[in-house]
């Protein structure tokens, strides 16, 4: 069975499909006329990057393909650099289309390279993990990283499609699936109660990766955040919401150096830390927090540090956060399971006393 999803934004909407053995580039049309750059990673290309070529070719285009190295260090500047030389030498032109093959880390290089190539080419993701078919694929949001720091380069560009294939989740290492539910978990508790509840009813399902249960949630998982979307694209209010535990989450980021925490276990510590801000700033209830950090808990993600970093150091790195105004870091407060507000000013005593 196939679902899908539809991201109303005008003239540029698109179609999210989620489901097993779904065909590739329904929004290109068949063309002859097209040409397309497939990029992906070392890790994914040898799984997957020969049916994708196949489905697009029997569309009628011409395919050609990249392969990145796999992980983080891929969204730079030097690598976006390659792959327009490989545009380049691809004949890419107006018409082509740029596919993203791969978790974040692709879909948000490859995203940037088709948003700035020729002023902008079509843009197709075809996330192949948890973490990208619930967050990163969908939304517009393109970049790479700079010495400095995490997306400092990028731009808001929407795909013209987004292919969720579940059957991908099926190699995705453990700690990686694990990950993503993070951010699962993340839409029960800023948008849907019953979701949150879903979730706590199914933790084995989830855990062995029932394809059922996965359609059902990664196709509410997307709902939400095309809703969110939709009504912000470029996050001048509502779509903070999506970044619930992440002020903490990226600021644990940055100072442990990206590598000892995933993105999705880093957002779990930093929504257990919002919770416990919540209750004691937003009536958030004392038994909510308890329920949202035994669910984290049975999922297998992290919910206390062992070694605490150094508060000052941390404190300095939500500083740098996006979302930062004036030296006050803005946070996303829970009121109950289900429903949060943000842009909250935070003050600093409680920072550091729940930090
Ligand atoms: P990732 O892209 O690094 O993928 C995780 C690992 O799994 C990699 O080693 C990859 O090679 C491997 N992999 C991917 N799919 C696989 C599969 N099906 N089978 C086997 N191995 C597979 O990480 P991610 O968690 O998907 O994404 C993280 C990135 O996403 C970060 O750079 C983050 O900043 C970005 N992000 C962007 C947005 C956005 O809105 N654009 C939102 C959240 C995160
Ligand atoms: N991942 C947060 C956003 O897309 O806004």
């Avoid at 919401?241 to 779990?268: P, Q, R």
């Avoid at 941390?314 to 429903?339: Q, Y």
Wanted: charged share 25%.
């Amino acid at each position: 069975m196939t679902e899908f999803v539809n991201v109303d934004l005008g003239s540029r909407s698109y179609n999210i499909s989620i489901g097993s053995d779904l065909p590739i580039g329904t929004a290109l049309g068949e063309s002859s006329a097209i040409t397309a750059l497939v990029v992906s990673d070392t890790n994914v290309a040898p799984l997957y990057m020969e049916r994708c070529v196949s489905l697009l070719e029997a569309r009628g285009l011409t395919v050609t393909s990249a392969v990145v190295p796999a992980g983080e260090l891929s969204k730079s500047l030097e690598c976006a650099a390659d792959l327009y030389s490989k545009a380049v030498d691809a004949g890419l032109d107006r018409r082509s289309v740029i596919v993203a093959l791969g978790g974040g880390v692709v879909g948000d290089l490859a995203g940037f390279v088709a948003a700035t190539f020729l002023r902008g080419v079509q843009f197709l993701q075809v996330p192949t993990t948890l973490l990208a078919m619930v967050d990163s694929s969908v939304g517009g949001k393109t970049a790479v990283d700079l010495p400095q720091g995490k997306n400092l380069v990028g731009a808001f560009y929407q795909p013209v499609e987004v292919v969720a294939d579940l059957d991908s989740l099926d190699t995705l290492p453990e700690r990686e699936y694990i990950s993503g539910l993070g951010e699962v978990v993340k839409y029960g508790v800023i948008w849907d109660k019953g979701l949150f509840e879903y979730f706590e009813q199914n933790i084995d399902a989830l855990l062995k990766r029932d394809k059922a249960v996965l359609l059902k949630i990664v196709k509410r998982c997307c709902e939400i955040k095309a809703e969110v979307v939709a009504q912000d694209e470029r996050e001048g209010g509502l779509r903070a919401i999506l970044n619930f535990g992440h002020t903490y989450a990226h600021a644990l980021e940055t100072v442990s150096g990206y590598d000892k925490w995933l993105h999705g276990e880093a957002v779990s510590l930093g929504m257990v830390y919002a919770a416990k801000l919540s209750v004691a700033l937003s009536g958030f209830s004392e038994n909510d927090a308890e329920r949202l950090v035994t669910l984290l808990d049975k999922l297998g993600l992290p919910i206390k540090l062992d070694d605490a970093p150094d508060w000052a150091e941390l404190r300095k790195a939500m500083d740098a956060d996006k979302k930062t105004l004036n030296a006050v870091p803005r946070f996303v407060l829970a009121k109950r399971l289900g429903e949060v507000i943000f842009g909250c000013e935070v003050p600093e005593d409680a920072l550091k006393a729940i930090g």
